[in-house]
């Protein structure tokens, strides 16, 4: 099993580009997460999807959307890219939402906005 | 105050050497506690969840402290393979238990 996987590895925008990063976990897990991760700072969350069909945002969704295109897949917009967006995204899924279980990370997209 | 506290370090150590690292967090209500392993460049992995009563796992082994709000991870016979950073995990309350708020860290570096 892949596990998590996402693509691109490495990216570089030009102020104002939109892309998008995309995950994508064969583990069959109903929850998936976006996180970001900047020098000196712990993960923080942008957005979660509890279950296929749901969304909702975690700590700091400014500037990003997201798209859980199956129960598979979760996808990271973003439309007009900052230079504050500069940073290592990492996607993850769990079995559930809560509990005690564990979260299985990507090995995560460094984005850099110039 | 922030939410998931933990010294930055680096710690630096001998090989063989026992290692201890701490963490607070800031929510009584905090239902669930991990310890995370980081490698540079890499993403992070699951190292152990914590439970009450404490639990080990070969040569780690990791305390909750509910009442002090404080966990621990104590490392034994450190192997160079051990240098990484370990990042302090706290599942949150209430409406948030969704979420895992992570600490930033605590460098260790196991030296030959």
């Known amino acids: 099993n892949a596990g998590v996987t996402q693509t691109p590895k490495f990216q570089v925008l030009k102020t104002g580009q939109s892309m998008t990063l995309q995950c994508a976990q064969d583990m069959n897990h109903n929850s998936m997460y976006w996180y970001r991760q900047d020098p000196g700072m712990g993960l923080r969350l942008i957005y979660y999807s509890a279950s296929e069909g749901t969304t909702d945002k975690g700590e700091v969704p400014n500037g990003y959307n997201v798209s859980r295109l199956n129960k598979r897949e979760f996808s990271l917009r973003l439309e007009s890219a900052a230079p504050s967006q500069t940073s290592v995204y990492f996607c993850a899924s769990s079995p559930t939402s809560g509990g005690t279980d564990t979260q299985y990370f990507g090995p995560g997209t460094r984005l850099t906005v110039l | 105050r922030k939410e998931v506290e933990q010294d930055p370090g680096p710690f630096n150590v001998p090989e063989g050497a026992t290692v201890a690292f701490n963490c607070t967090y800031s929510?009584?209500?905090?239902?669930?506690f991990f310890w995370y392993r980081q490698d540079c460049r890499k993403e992070p992995k699951l190292l152990m969840s914590v439970y009450s009563s404490g639990n080990e796992d070969g040569r780690f082994t990791a305390q909750l402290n509910r009442a002090s709000q404080y966990i621990s991870l104590l490392i034994r016979d450190s192997k160079l393979s051990d240098s990484a950073t370990y990042l302090c995990v706290v599942r949150g309350w209430g409406a948030g238990s969704y979420q895992l708020t992570f600490g930033k860290g605590t460098k260790l570096s196991v030296i030959p």
């Open positions: 929510n009584s209500a905090s239902q669930s």
